[in-house]
């Protein structure tokens, strides 16, 4: 199957689209799609959506994530 996967940041001001591809995933497969992500601090809604070849949602899945801007240094 072809799909369209999208990769989506949102919070409470802006929602970023930080992947947009084109996929194959043959059935009963799975596929790992990687991706580095650089965020601000703050609630953010990770959204992974796969559309079908109608260009409709087939699977929408969230990672939610609070990033927060504590550092500690170990020796």
Known sequence: MKYKLKIEIINDTTNEVINKQNIDIKNNKNKQVKQNLTMTTGKKDIRFTLYD???KPYKIRHLYVNV???YEEYE
């Open 68 to 70: 927060n801007d504590y």
């Open 53 to 55: 070849d109608q260009n």
